[in-house]
């Protein structure tokens, strides 16, 4: 299955992506970049840069580690929905895979899809319109992506 996350709030996507996994379904996700958080822009930005500032003192290399590039950022938040302690859990974050646009070619080969002539889903009935929001690349430039 592949769904196109434009427009999507991000939370409500993932939540989504997570149970088609937990249920056996590959899920895979084009334009993360272009999914939305709602919010004021700078209340968005305050509360990732508070999250940022969470650092293991005792030895760095052990995390926490922050995504900063938007496709890691989406599977991140996909990640946090799922039962990771449970094996269930950990073979279906295996089946969420996550791109920035829409990369025909690695589909292709990755995955055996043909872009073309498959359905994208749009999940219209997961949108909700939303006044105040900030997209999932702009919040990931803020941290630091180079995206």
Same mark, same amino acid.
């Not at 427009?7 to 970049?33: F, M, P, S």
């Given at each position: 299955?592949?769904?196109?996350?434009?427009?999507?709030?991000?939370?409500?996507?993932?939540?989504?992506?997570?149970?088609?996994?937990?249920?056996?379904?590959?899920?895979?996700?084009?334009?993360?970049?272009?999914?939305? *958080? !709602?919010?004021?822009?700078?209340? =968005?930005?305050?509360?990732? !840069?508070?999250?940022?500032?969470?650092?293991?003192?005792?030895?760095?290399?052990?995390?926490?580690?922050?995504?900063?590039?938007?496709?890691?950022?989406?599977?991140?938040?996909?990640?946090?929905?799922?039962?990771?302690?449970?094996?269930?859990?950990?073979?279906?974050?295996?089946?969420?895979?996550?791109? *920035?646009?829409?990369?025909?070619?690695?589909?292709?080969?990755?995955?055996?899809?043909? =872009?073309?002539?498959?359905? *994208?889903?749009?999940?219209?009935?997961?949108?909700? !319109?939303?006044?105040?929001?900030?997209?999932?690349?702009? =919040?990931?430039?803020?941290?630091?992506?180079?995206?």
């Amino acid at each position: 299955m592949i769904i196109d996350a434009e427009g999507h709030i991000l939370g409500r996507l993932a939540t989504w992506a997570a149970k088609q996994a937990l249920l056996g379904e590959n899920v895979i996700i084009i334009n993360a970049d272009k999914a939305i *958080i !709602s919010g004021r822009k700078d209340m =968005v930005f305050e509360e990732y !840069s508070e999250r940022l500032k969470i650092k293991n003192i005792g030895n760095y290399r052990k995390g926490p580690f922050h995504q900063r590039r938007p496709d890691k950022f989406v599977r991140r938040s996909i990640r946090g929905m799922l039962p990771l302690n449970k094996s269930r859990g950990r073979e279906a974050f295996k089946r969420v895979m996550v791109y *920035i646009n829409v990369p025909k070619r690695e589909l292709q080969q990755n995955h055996n899809v043909d =872009v073309d002539n498959m359905e *994208i889903q749009k999940l219209d009935h997961l949108k909700k !319109s939303v006044d105040r929001y900030v997209t999932v690349a702009d =919040v990931c430039r803020f941290i630091g992506s180079k995206c």
